[in-house]
């Protein structure tokens, strides 16, 4: 019973997607878009007992599972992140979805399984609940079924997914074989044995990073990235765009630390490499993108890079560097989506050229948006500059030098195409003056949601010691020191 | 007290946007009314220090980020405190300079003050990731203000300043990294930082890294092209922050990091750097003599003048580097002012051509008697600021590198026949006949430029009056070195 009670917080969204699913039957159509309103109840209401949770240790269901500071972050995290992509949902699922319910349930179930993700310290168990999270993202992908990118998205996005789930399943099949095991501790232990040096333990681990650098977007593995953001539905290319990444990036995390932790050495330079990949294109790219869906796409590949030079120098300060960035990437590309999906909602565009004037036809919009581009450039005030700070501190410290210094200019260098944005809501004048004199008209609610996200960047950004502390505190849960 | 001068104008900036678009007047206000209390704080804090204490004042702490050792530790010493009181008059002035602006006024007095806030912060930061921060701060608003307001292939110039400027920050950035796990005491406070010490292999590194990442924003040679550009394209009150002010930060960050945090490194290094400098100097002054356009004269004036400054840093004496902090503050009163004025030519006959001006002085008396007295501070007239700081940054380059020196007293002949060529063409022979019309400065620019001048004249004619507070703080620095 009582391991029942520390996974209220996944029930609780399975239960509300059920009932979502239910009650869609008895509704009239017209009024299905509106069910995302309940949905997002249930996020929050899970968050409280994540909260609640604070600072509670356990182990549940003989190992598999694990309640710690580590777990509560990321699952608050998931939890916020459901709860905005809810909430921005409503307006564009309205226009553009037929099935509002399927789309809502499916969130809150790839909720769940991301949630399970940062509780697993087993290998498979980490993989059935990642699946879930991948099976909720194929079948959103392909949400808006009259449209042929959408279809596009999902085809692409299941065939790439299947392969890179193959491949990180060999890879727990050659550690297991290895190691005797698929628990993390037991694989932290059978490591230093003569087996877990030999070949067939690093082809799993080269399996199992393939893998893993594949659902959080890494270079060579991110050729999904820019086709299924842009084929998606807004609201799930947000969703994906955060969702997805902190669920890998959770896995690989706790898999690192507690788990190869003792051969982690050998990889340093490895994952420093998939590292530099992985900031420099995703910049080099998203320079030339006209779409901003597949601007963010490569934006966020970017943003995965950073994270990985933390994973290249694992410390217990990285992994609290890299938690902090997630976490601080997460609201700011909430908030870029959400000021994009609502000017979508409104105007139906999504090229970056199509952004000009928009500074003159809504200027909360604008500046939400601009607040959340200079954070994801890394510009202080916002939440970019301290995470990213922290992050390259902590990674400076275990001495790879060379690995900050492109961090640190692929993050200057970002500056650019961001700018490029802001200077078409601001600086471009609209091409058509009639329309610039019309307001736009933004819902109440969306800019309310949009503004609570941009009080999160500006806080992370001004005051970020609590979120610090609780980082900290999760990366000592795993480090056990 | 310095929380104030930070927070307000950053809150004064972010309120701005709330302000509503039509209510112009509103926004006028506001934005004057923060400027006048920058104005009023930055000149008690100037007034106020206390030289017999020596060291820094005004502190105030907040432990910010305690795990990494980041607090908020504001104060200021004897090289600062000028700098504040340079900010405080700039911003002011430039206010009164912008009366006129009519297109989306909000949201350029937002952004305006959003720099100010960041350059203040860079000059009371006692803790280097602050510093940084607020450095950084200080270039995010620049983009959209020369990008909307400017002029002259502005967006280029502004897309062109900021990625140099950014580019800049990468190595002050890494470097900054490089000295917090150096000195292994967890702490960014610069006080902490430089009790640990830095090993004198690390300083040789590090410092040249420094060295060039802040030159860049203070028009370092070979990395200075974005200055003129951009000073050119900026609006007016922009050119005077940016001239004025911001290109100070560089060469203060060099003071601080550099020659405070790295005694051994600036040592080795100086050498080098004392070439730059007269390179910056004489590079300057001859590209100003090229130009016709009078912005880019300034512009290209200010590249020559910041070359005094370094010139001075890289003199390593306390003589040269009291010159050099003056020079800030002189250079900073006199471009702002130079740059307004610009501003208010531009303004009426809408061209900046020397040549197509012509017996100015007497249709626009005050204009011109006001545009003389900063040109003759730019050339180093006895009696103005000016002279007084290029005579003690020659006088300490003397003493280090007497060649350097003598290339320095070259830069300001070649400075000298520049700024009297244009200023012959401008206000005197005859006429031109278009120019009849125009009109004088109204009040509020004239009260602007005379509070510029005032300055000039009183920190020329008694120098002491800062040179002596800046010492408190330049003499430790230099007994610090090595020898």
């Known amino acids: 019973m009582d391991d029942l009670y520390y996974i209220l917080p996944e029930i609780i969204l399975v239960a509300a997607a059920l009932i979502v699913l239910t009650v869609d039957f008895f509704l009239p159509e017209g009024r299905r878009p509106g069910l995302a309103w309940p949905a997002a109840v249930a996020p929050l209401v899970s968050l409280g007992f994540v909260i609640a949770f604070w600072g509670t240790e356990r182990t549940l269901y003989s190992g598999t599972l694990q309640i710690d500071e580590y777990a509560l972050f990321f699952k608050g995290l998931f939890l916020v992140i459901t709860f905005f992509v809810l909430v921005g949902s409503p307006g564009y699922v309205r226009k553009n979805l037929r099935h509002p319910a399927e789309f809502y349930g499916l969130v809150l179930l790839a909720a769940v399984g991301a949630m399970a993700v940062s509780s697993a310290r087993e290998l498979l168990t980490a993989y059935i609940s990642l699946e879930l999270v991948s099976f909720g993202f194929y079948s959103l992908s392909s949400q808006a079924k009259h449209e042929l990118r959408s279809n596009e998205a999902g085809a692409k996005y299941i065939i790439l997914g299947a392969f890179s789930s193959a491949l990180l399943l060999y890879g727990i099949s050659l550690v297991f074989g290895a190691t005797g095991t698929t628990f993390y501790s037991g694989i932290s232990q059978g490591a230093q044995t003569a087996a877990g040096l030999g070949p067939g333990m690093l082809l799993g681990i080269t399996l199992l990073i393939s893998g893993l650098g594949f659902k959080v977007a890494a270079v060579p593995f991110h050729m999904w990235t820019p086709d299924v953001y842009e084929g998606a539905p807004l609201p799930i290319t947000a969703f994906l765009s955060v969702g997805s990444k902190s669920a890998g990036f959770a896995f690989l995390i706790r898999l690192f630390a507690e788990g190869l932790g003792p051969v982690m050495g050998d990889w340093r330079v490895a994952i420093g490499i998939l590292a530099v990949l992985t900031m420099t294109l995703g910049n080099l790219v998203a320079m030339q993108q006209r779409n901003i869906k597949r601007l963010l796409a490569y934006s966020s590949i970017a943003q995965a890079g950073y994270v990985l030079v933390g994973a290249a120098a694992l410390t217990d300060q990285t992994s609290a560097g890299m938690m902090l960035h997630l976490a601080g990437y997460t609201v700011t590309n909430l908030g870029a989506f959400l000021a994009v999906i609502f000017y979508n909602n409104a105007t139906g565009r999504e090229r970056i050229a199509e952004f000009r004037g928009l500074s003159r036809r809504s200027i909360f919009l604008a500046l939400a948006l601009a607040a959340c581009l200079f954070s994801l450039a890394g510009l202080p005030l916002f939440a970019g500059f301290a995470t990213k700070f922290y992050l390259f501190s902590a990674a400076a410290a275990s001495g790879m030098w060379w690995l900050v210094a492109f961090a640190i200019a692929n993050s200057i260098v970002s500056v650019y195409y961001y700018l490029v944005i802001i200077r078409e809501m601001f600086v471009a004048p609209s091409p058509d003056p009639e329309e610039e004199r019309t307001p736009l008209r933004i819902p109440l609610h969306a800019n309310a949601a949009l503004g609570v996200l941009v009080v999160l960047v500006l806080w992370i950004g001004l005051y970020p010691n609590p979120i610090v502390q609780a980082a900290e505190a999760g990366s000592r849960a795993i480090f056990g020191s | ?483």
């Open chain 2, 1 to 483: 007290m310095l929380y104030a001068l930070v927070l307000v104008n950053l809150l004064a900036g972010a309120a701005m946007f709330a302000i509503p678009e039509r209510q112009r007047l509103l926004a006028k206000l506001a934005a004057l009314a923060a400027g006048t209390f920058s104005l009023a704080i930055s000149i008690a804090t100037f007034a106020l220090y206390d030289r017999a204490q020596g060291g820094f004042q005004f502190e105030d702490r907040f432990d910010w980020l305690p795990s990494i050792g980041i607090s908020f530790h504001v104060g200021v010493d004897g090289i600062s405190a000028p700098m504040v009181l340079l900010t405080g008059v700039v911003i002011f002035t430039g206010v009164l300079i912008s009366w006129n602006i009519e297109t989306r006024t909000r949201e350029f007095f937002g952004l305006l003050f959003m720099l100010v806030s960041g350059v203040f912060g860079v000059f009371v930061s006692m803790d280097l990731f602050f510093l940084f921060f607020f450095y950084e701060v200080a270039v995010l608003p620049m983009y959209l203000l020369i990008a909307v307001w400017g002029s002259t292939r502005k967006e280029y110039a502004a897309m062109k300043l900021v990625m140099y400027l950014l580019g800049g920050s990468i190595l002050v950035w890494t470097a900054l990294l490089a000295l917090y796990h150096a000195a292994g005491v967890r702490s960014f406070d610069l006080l902490d930082m430089q009790a640990a010490g830095f090993d004198p292999s690390l300083a040789r590194v590090l410092f040249p890294i420094l060295f060039v990442g802040f030159g860049v924003l203070a028009g370092l040679w070979p990395f200075h092209t974005w200055s003129p550009d951009g000073h050119v394209a900026a609006p007016t009150a922009v050119s005077m922050l940016h001239a004025g002010v911001l290109m100070k930060l560089g060469a203060y960050g060099i003071i601080r990091l550099g020659v405070q945090l790295l005694p051994s490194g600036a040592r080795d290094w100086l050498w080098f750097f004392l070439i730059i400098a007269a390179v910056n100097v004489l590079y300057g002054a001859f590209s100003a003599m090229a130009q016709r356009d009078l912005k880019f004269v300034v512009g290209y004036s200010s590249v020559s003048h910041m070359g005094y400054v370094l010139m001075g840093i890289g003199s390593m004496t306390a003589i040269g580097l009291n010159g050099a902090v003056l020079q800030m503050f002189s250079h900073g009163i006199m471009t702002a002012l130079l740059f307004a004025l610009v501003g208010v030519i531009y303004d009426r006959a809408h061209v900046r051509e020397i040549a197509a001006f012509g017996g100015l002085a007497k249709v626009m008396p005050r204009f011109a008697v006001l545009f003389m007295i900063a040109g003759l501070t730019s050339l180093g007239l006895p009696g103005l600021s000016g002279f007084a700081a290029e005579f003690l940054v020659f006088a300490g380059t003397f003493q280090t590198n007497p060649w350097i020196a003598a290339l320095g007293i070259a830069g300001v002949a070649v400075t000298a026949a520049y700024i009297l060529r244009m200023m012959a063409r401008m206000f005197f022979g005859p006429l031109n006949e278009r120019w009849r019309g125009l009109k004088d400065m109204n009040r509020l620019e004239t009260t602007a430029g005379v509070c510029l001048v005032a300055l000039l004249v009183l920190f020329g004619v008694y120098p002491p009056l800062m040179v002596g507070q800046i010492d408190v703080s330049v003499a430790p620095l230099i007994a610090a070195l090595p020898k």
